[in-house]
């Protein structure tokens, strides 16, 4: 069948850039198609931006051409707002797209929205840029080398099989944890912040600390799952706490946020080696940080809530529960948890609950005595659903693409 006009407009145009009437019929481009452009752009690439859509690990999916074939349009419906966008389908399943004159927020509201839908399930690794996330935007006036070189390398890779891997056993968990009191695990650290959303722009309310265990993995146990077995991951959690605490003691006084949370053991939190932590670091900060505790271990160790709440006083270290869904306050009160921080989890059940349920959550996050953080927010509707349920922290990727790109929270 021949082409259409609009399919001849975009092919026909010197750079194959121009955005046509209508999003329905442009031409996707493949692997080729993509290097040339980008070659012509490097004369002219100020003002073109480009996004690479990891979505190769999902091309062994059964669904995944149907997949493909939505995602193209959901960009194509976006990209078609600007001065000139093409889209191309590479040969390994990754998603390449070029644009001008399309806002920040939409772009990231687009690919946050494409995170919650087609890479449903999936956790993030690190990916060929070095960072941990399912896409990468560039402006091309200053990032074109680094996209050629990410694009060319996904083209070259081996394609790779992922399996499930066995649980550790005891014995190994027992060497994993020799090894880790020995061991400098920063590299294994991580950090995301937690950001109050009270101002039109978003600002660091305080520094999550945490260990990556796919990089634990990695290091001590390739062929292996760490978190398979639980009773064997607690044993491990405790010196990995230990780890931690050893490894950013050194630096974190450094950091200019207003303060700082470690993800912890209840039990951890309750050692000598927390209080030494503690006492090692400057006097500038004290009560700047937070313990986080999940919530399955709390419940666990409820038989020490008062000691908790005594020990976080003497202390004077704000406890957060970390971990909440919103289906656990038909188990738990918000009202009666008395500690300084909440994590609830944001979840697309939660606009499609029953209206009782939806009520009883509105009831109990109006009643809480704790400063409520909503985590997990990928998508533009979580940062709408917290705006509406009047709580002020967030955290997730999204608030940390609107916190960089220094865009308002105009929800």
């Known amino acids: 069948m021949p082409p259409t006009s609009v399919e001849n407009e975009a092919v026909n145009n010197p750079k194959g850039l121009k955005v046509p009437r209508t999003a329905a019929t442009v031409h996707v481009g493949g692997d080729r198609e993509l290097l040339v452009d980008l070659a012509k752009l490097r004369k002219s690439s100020v003002g073109w931006r480009a996004v690479h859509l990891l979505t190769s690990p999902l091309s062994r999916r059964k669904s995944f051409a149907g997949d493909l074939i939505s995602a193209n349009e959901i960009i194509m419906a976006v990209l ?28 990231v509201a687009l690919c946050t929205s494409l995170e919650t839908t087609i890479f449903d399930g999936v956790t993030p690794i690190k990916n060929i840029y070095g960072e941990y996330g399912h896409y990468k935007l560039f402006d091309l006036a200053r990032d074109m080398p680094k996209l050629i070189e990410g694009v060319r390398t996904v083209l070259s890779a081996e394609p790779q099989q992922t399996a499930i891997k066995p649980p550790i056993g005891p014995k190994h ?68 706490d230990v780890a931690l605490m050893r490894s950013i003691h050194r630096e974190i006084a450094d950091y200019r946020h207003k303060a700082f949370s470690l993800n912890l053991l209840v039990d951890s939190f309750m050692s000598d080696g927390f209080r030494a932590f503690l006492q090692a670091l400057p006097v500038k900060l004290g009560g700047k940080v937070y313990a986080e505790l999940e919530r399955a271990d709390l419940v666990q160790h409820s038989h020490l809530l008062l000691d908790l709440l005594e020990r976080a006083r003497q202390l004077d270290v704000p406890i957060c529960i970390d971990g909440l869904s919103h289906h656990d306050i038909h188990l738990m009160r918000l009202a009666d948890l008395r500690f300084s921080f909440i994590k609830l989890k944001w979840d697309q059940d939660i606009t499609s609950a029953p ?55 105009d929800l």
């Not at 001065?83 to 772009?107: C, E, H, M, R």
């Not at 260990?211 to 290091?219: F, G, Q, R, V």
């Not at 990727?397 to 790109?405: C, G, K, P, S, V």
């Open 80 to 107: 078609v707002t600007g001065a000139g966008y093409k889209v191309y389908n590479l040969a390994n399943g990754d998603i390449v797209f070029t644009y001008s004159q399309v806002a920040t927020p939409a772009i």
């Open 173 to 240: 968990a027992v060497l994993i944890s020799e090894k880790l009191r020995g061991s400098n695990i920063r590299a294994l650290v991580f950090n995301q912040p937690i950001y109050n959303i009270t101002h039109e722009k978003p600002s660091i309310e305080f520094l999550e600390f945490y260990t990556s265990i796919a990089e634990l993995e990695k290091a001590f146990a390739p062929d292996r799952s760490i978190a398979a077995n639980p009773w064997l991951f607690n044993l491990i959690k405790r010196e990995l």
């Open 355 to 409: 209206p009782a349920d939806v009520a009883l959550l509105v009831k109990e996050l109006k009643s809480a005595n704790s400063r409520i953080i909503l985590t997990r927010c990928d998508s533009p509707k979580s940062l709408s659903f917290a705006r509406a349920m009047g709580i002020n922290y967030v955290q997730g990727r999204l608030a940390d693409e609107y916190f960089r790109t220094g865009e308002t929270l």
